[in-house]
């Protein structure tokens, strides 16, 4: 695996790729990868024969109080899983790269109402950060196809919006979230829970299947059902910031006609913001 830190480099190997005949495949990640990110990546390689991954933690998509400077940076041990799981070019830029006129003057993109309420609620700003660092690597990158996780079931809405709206040639690809044994959502913010945390976490997932379990037996009261969850996280020790039920596809609140759902939750253990989901039909 070939790891290139410039635009330049990037567009110079994918050439060579393409000139070859490849198809390009795309995994843009902010790293210390798990086996979540590993799946992504081997679902990249089962549908090209090229597999470019990124790693960017990219500042425009934090929050002034959020954990951009704690964000674990673990390149070495990262490009060990990329080269296990198949990638064969690595990109890795600098901000200065990324945003060579500061972040200040970087044009936007921004995603109209899928980026509003739930993350993009408490998290102003984070989507565009999102749409705007994703739009700028597909055009660097240029991939047939690029795979992202389904825990961030609302990023992937905004990315999938985002590829439609401007007409790029790419198709988007989710993968299935990857849990720990006890049903804990795979997550880099995993690593900052302590003994303690970590053994209280499982109860998110675990709230969402009770919820999603008694929707599926009947129950209509969504308003009810999302107070005995909230209920239920703080009896585990979160401090919930929002769960929601609504209609998986435009993420609108979900009526009592709507077949395909999707709980979303995010809540605080600690410190540490976990966000999770459960899509479903009724
Ligand atoms: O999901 C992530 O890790 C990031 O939001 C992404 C898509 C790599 C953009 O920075």
Redesign the pocket.
């Known amino acids: 695996m070939n790891t290139v830190k410039t635009v330049r480099e990037l567009r110079a190997a994918i050439a060579r790729a393409r000139a070859e005949g490849k198809r390009i495949a795309f995994v843009?990640?902010?790293g210390n990868l798990h086996a979540g990110h590993v799946a992504l990546v081997e679902k990249a390689g089962q549908r090209a024969d090229f597999v470019v991954a990124?790693i960017?933690v990219?500042p425009l998509?934090f929050g002034p109080s959020e954990d951009l400077a704690r964000y674990p940076r673990t390149l070495i041990a990262d490009q060990e899983k990329l080269v296990a799981a198949g990638c064969h070019l690595l990109f890795t830029p600098e901000v200065e790269e990324m945003y060579p006129q500061g972040m200040g003057l970087q044009t936007r993109v921004s995603v109209p109402s899928l980026s509003e309420g739930l993350c993009g609620g408490s998290r102003p700003g984070h989507f565009e950060?999102?749409a705007t660092?994703?739009t700028k690597?597909f055009n660097m990158v240029q991939p047939d196809l690029a795979v992202?996780?389904e825990k961030?079931f609302q990023?992937l809405a905004v990315?999938r919006a985002l590829v439609r709206d401007l007409n790029m040639p790419v198709q988007i690809v989710g993968e299935p979230t990857a849990r720990a044994d006890d049903g804990l959502a795979l997550s880099s913010r995993n690593g900052y829970l302590n003994d303690e945390q970590r053994a209280s976490a499982p109860a998110l997932y675990r709230m969402l299947g009770r919820l999603a379990d008694a929707i599926r037996g009947g129950e209509t009261d969504f308003a009810e059902l999302i107070d005995s969850g909230n209920a239920e996280l703080i009896a585990a020790g979160f401090r919930p910031d929002y769960l929601e039920i609504r209609e998986s596809n435009e993420l609108q609140p979900a009526s009592a006609n709507d077949q395909q759902l999707v709980i979303l939750a995010a809540a605080y253990m600690g410190t540490t913001r976990l966000i999770d989901n459960l899509a479903f039909d009724r």
């Open positions: 843009p990640t902010m990124s960017f990219n998509q950060g999102v660092v994703v690597l992202f996780g961030d990023q990315i």
